[in-house]
């Protein structure tokens, strides 16, 4: 007979959905919603090209060829919508949701501060705490305010005090109801794809760039944390960091070692860096890579409608090797799927919760999981067609549906909170 594996968490488990402001809320006016208006048109044209080999290609086609799907727009608009969104997060069971503040909201000139902009998150916050959702605030999520990126964004070290003086307000005007913070959302992903790939506004391609660029995420990050823990030392602050399991699929040592090398500069690059300003590390985990020699070579047998390969279970080797190094507590920042038809999912979350609470059985000092993400969302340069829900969005008329998965994993999340 097949026995049920046996799930344990602890009693006060983060179970939670994450979001970022620019692909939710709608209405930007920020560095990405200008270039999504340059860009859209060649983005669909290039569409066939870019996605054809994708096993959801079928599917998404459609979708993909418009130009309207590069462009963030009215998204989802949870701007407006998010008293409904945190109803159905409350009905999923969720107890914490991760978001970001808007930097180009609430500093929309240089020195300016919306008071407006900072009432809607206040009560934004509140309408989390109302329902006995844990809020986690994230202060950069890969959106900048025109402003700032027109003055060279994060590849001057001489603009990081802008960012310092965003933080403290943030924290003055809306810290008292809030404990975790994450100062940067992937710095690598943002320093590579905006500097390194060109995919991402500015769109550059200087490896000088992109490694100022990276080094000054650092520095600002310590100097965030720094200022958040001035202001009280009960906020737990972290970056959340990509990553991914790195693992050689023969025993050659090229094999062996380039996973070695791979996992180093996917981890610890960063995290040797910041460990010292962090109170726990936020850990965002999609997929895994399969070295032979110095090549990746996934065995993709289970594909994402990304084309990403999925194991889920690799999360367990993830967080068990940053607790051994760290020793730091730990938050899964982000996990999740791209997956429109909600076949895998069900699938995907529950490897994820075996392997978690594996890690929890094996030491790890696990002290929740977000789930990416509440509501399908504007995937950044992908634009809308790739679906990471747990809820379904319909971009015409706004409609919410939540998803089947989401439904188990409810019932599922119900039993454990219960125990
Ligand atoms: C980012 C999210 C993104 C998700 C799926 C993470 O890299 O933080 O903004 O939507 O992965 O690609």
Same mark, same amino acid.
């Given at each position: 007979?097949?026995?049920?594996?046996?799930?344990?968490?602890?009693?006060?488990?983060?179970?939670?959905?994450?979001?970022?402001?620019?692909?939710?809320?709608?209405?930007?006016?920020?560095?990405?919603?200008?270039?999504?208006?340059?860009?859209?048109?060649?983005?669909?044209?290039?569409?066939?090209?870019?996605? %054809?080999?994708?096993?959801?290609?079928?599917? *998404?086609?459609?979708?993909?060829?418009?130009?309207?799907?590069?462009?963030?727009?009215?998204?989802?608009?949870?701007?407006?919508?998010?008293?409904? @969104?945190? $109803?159905?997060?409350?009905?999923?069971?969720?107890?914490?949701?991760?978001?970001?503040?808007?930097?180009?909201?609430?500093?929309?000139?240089?020195? /300016?501060?919306?008071?407006?902009?900072? @009432?809607?998150?206040?009560?934004? =916050?509140?309408?989390?705490?109302?329902?006995?959702?844990?809020?986690?605030?994230?202060?950069?999520?890969?959106?900048?305010?025109?402003?700032?990126?027109?003055?060279?964004?994060?590849?001057?070290?001489?603009? *990081?005090?802008?960012?310092?003086?965003?933080?403290?307000?943030?924290?003055?005007?809306?810290?008292?109801?809030?404990?975790?913070?994450?100062?940067?959302?992937?710095?690598?992903?943002?320093?590579?794809?905006?500097?390194?790939?060109?995919?991402?506004?500015?769109?550059?391609? %200087?490896?000088?760039?992109?490694?100022?660029?990276?080094?000054?995420?650092?520095? /600002?990050?310590?100097?965030?944390?720094?200022?958040?823990?001035?202001?009280?030392?009960?906020?737990?602050?972290? *970056?959340?960091?990509?990553?991914?399991?790195?693992?050689?699929?023969?025993?050659?040592?090229?094999?062996?070692?380039?996973?070695?090398?791979?996992?180093?500069?996917?981890? @610890?690059? =960063?995290?040797?860096?910041?460990?010292?300003?962090?109170?726990?590390?936020?850990?965002?985990?999609?997929?895994?890579?399969?070295?032979?020699?110095?090549?990746?070579?996934?065995?993709?047998?289970?594909?994402? $409608?990304?084309?990403? @390969?999925?194991?889920?279970?690799?999360?367990?080797?993830?967080?068990?090797?940053?607790?051994?190094?760290?020793?730091?507590? =730990?938050?899964?920042?982000?996990?999740?799927?791209?997956?429109?038809?909600?076949?895998?999912?069900?699938?995907?979350?529950?490897?994820?919760? =075996?392997?978690?609470?594996?890690?929890?059985?094996?030491?790890?000092?696990?002290?929740?999981?977000?789930?990416?993400?509440?509501? $399908?969302?504007?995937?950044?340069?992908?634009?809308?067609?790739?679906?990471?829900?747990?809820?379904?969005?319909?971009? /015409?008329?706004?409609?919410?549906?939540?998803?089947?998965?989401?439904?188990?994993?409810?019932?599922?999340?119900?039993?454990?909170?219960?125990?």
């Amino acid at each position: 007979m097949h026995k049920k594996p046996v799930m344990k968490f602890p009693k006060r488990f983060l179970w939670g959905a994450a979001t970022a402001a620019h692909q939710v809320e709608g209405s930007q006016h920020n560095q990405w919603s200008e270039w999504e208006l340059g860009n859209a048109k060649s983005r669909s044209v290039q569409a066939e090209y870019q996605y %054809s080999d994708l096993h959801s290609w079928q599917h *998404i086609s459609q979708e993909a060829k418009q130009a309207g799907t590069y462009v963030s727009g009215k998204s989802t608009n949870h701007y407006e919508n998010y008293e409904h @969104d945190f $109803d159905i997060a409350a009905k999923l069971q969720l107890n914490a949701f991760r978001f970001s503040v808007e930097w180009s909201r609430i500093e929309p000139k240089e020195g /300016t501060w919306n008071a407006e902009a900072l @009432d809607h998150y206040k009560l934004y =916050i509140q309408a989390l705490k109302r329902r006995g959702i844990e809020p986690m605030m994230t202060l950069f999520h890969f959106s900048l305010p025109c402003w700032f990126s027109e003055m060279g964004g994060f590849e001057k070290r001489s603009n *990081i005090k802008y960012f310092v003086r965003f933080t403290k307000k943030v924290m003055q005007e809306l810290g008292s109801d809030i404990k975790y913070v994450i100062t940067i959302n992937e710095p690598e992903v943002y320093a590579v794809q905006s500097y390194y790939e060109g995919n991402w506004p500015p769109a550059i391609r %200087s490896k000088w760039k992109t490694y100022q660029v990276l080094r000054n995420l650092i520095a /600002t990050h310590k100097q965030a944390a720094a200022v958040i823990h001035s202001l009280n030392r009960r906020y737990k602050v972290s *970056i959340a960091k990509n990553s991914a399991y790195m693992y050689p699929g023969d025993d050659a040592w090229v094999t062996r070692l380039s996973a070695q090398v791979g996992q180093y500069f996917q981890d @610890d690059y =960063i995290l040797k860096r910041v460990r010292k300003s962090c109170d726990f590390i936020g850990v965002n985990y999609y997929f895994s890579n399969r070295f032979y020699g110095y090549r990746i070579h996934n065995p993709n047998e289970h594909v994402s $409608d990304l084309g990403w @390969d999925m194991q889920p279970e690799n999360i367990e080797y993830v967080l068990e090797r940053l607790h051994r190094k760290y020793k730091l507590p =730990i938050v899964v920042t982000e996990n999740g799927l791209a997956d429109a038809t909600d076949e895998q999912r069900k699938w995907w979350l529950t490897h994820t919760m =075996i392997a978690m609470s594996n890690a929890l059985a094996e030491g790890v000092d696990l002290r929740g999981y977000f789930h990416w993400s509440l509501l $399908d969302n504007f995937e950044w340069a992908n634009g809308t067609w790739p679906r990471f829900g747990l809820v379904a969005v319909d971009y /015409t008329t706004g409609k919410r549906t939540v998803r089947a998965s989401a439904i188990w994993w409810s019932k599922i999340l119900k039993k454990i909170i219960s125990n």
